[in-house]
């Protein structure tokens, strides 16, 4: 059964860093485009970026553009997401998403996790 499991929210300070990562089971992420999105409560989900399986990255969420970078391990079946400078306004549930197609043009997601929580707080 094909799976994303998303791990390495925590409570950070504001300035701090964290790095989520999303693992897939039961299929290979290295023939599909991968997004990462959040959601506050009462917010819409936001995505934050997507990357192609040629490591080619679109960033979407402006306010997470120099600070938050994607990534992937295809070895390890594994996507990233790198946080820094964080700030009180990053706090929400994190996912990442799987795209039905390699690129991130057009991109239609059908699989996701269950989320990490991220929380930016003094």
């Known amino acids: 059964q094909a799976q994303l499991v998303e791990s390495g929210g925590d409570l950070v300070q504001p300035g701090g860093s964290l790095r989520l990562s999303c693992v897939a089971s039961g299929f290979s992420l290295r023939y599909f485009a991968i997004g990462w999105f959040r959601q506050a409560p009462g917010t819409e989900r936001e995505e934050i970026s997507c990357?192609?399986?040629?490591?080619?990255?679109?960033h979407v969420l402006e306010s997470a553009k120099g600070r938050f970078t994607i990534s992937r391990d295809n070895d390890k079946n594994t996507v990233y997401l790198q946080m820094n400078s964080l700030k009180p306004e990053d706090t929400a549930e994190y996912y990442c998403?799987?795209?039905?197609?390699?690129?991130?043009?057009?991109?239609?997601?059908?699989?996701w996790g269950q989320g990490t929580q991220v929380t930016v707080s003094s």
């Open positions: 998403m799987k795209s039905k197609s390699s690129s991130c043009v057009n991109r239609v997601y059908d699989l």
């Open positions: 990357i192609d399986i040629n490591n080619d990255q679109t």
